[in-house]
Nanobody
């Protein structure tokens, strides 16, 4: 079992910034990647960013250089620094663990409870 606890969401005006954190615990030794997804009301959950234990990062096209994912392996924690936020970034943001293998990410076995990000116009 893996436990994921997110924090750092909130309400911010367009153009503002937020930093999300996710602390992982439990049987995480078999996973070599962590990621952030988001889900807006009525929409599918979508990948925002991911990072491997070696620091290889990947971002969704809509990020457009505004977000930075990072991790502290000693603390089993992943961060998402979000700058220049837009109203369309609003949604519940979820942390997940997974595997990076042969150039592809595999997520979805474990999810955090989610943290709400709301960006007002």
């Amino acid at each position: 079992q893996v436990q994921l606890v997110e924090s750092g969401g909130g309400l911010v005006q367009a153009g503002g910034s937020l930093r999300l954190s996710c602390a992982a615990s439990g049987s995480i030794f078999s996973f070599n990647a962590m990621g952030w997804y988001r889900q807006a009301p009525g929409k599918r959950r979508e990948l925002v960013a991911s990072i491997t234990s070696d620091g290889i990062t990947n971002y969704a096209d809509f990020v457009e250089g505004r977000f930075t994912i990072s991790r502290d392996n000693a603390k089993n924690t992943v961060y998402l620094q979000m700058n220049s936020l837009k109203p369309e970034d609003t949604g519940v943001h979820y942390c997940t663990v997974g595997k990076f293998y042969r150039g592809a990410y595999y997520f979805g076995d474990y999810w955090g409870q989610g943290t709400q990000v709301t960006v007002s116009s």
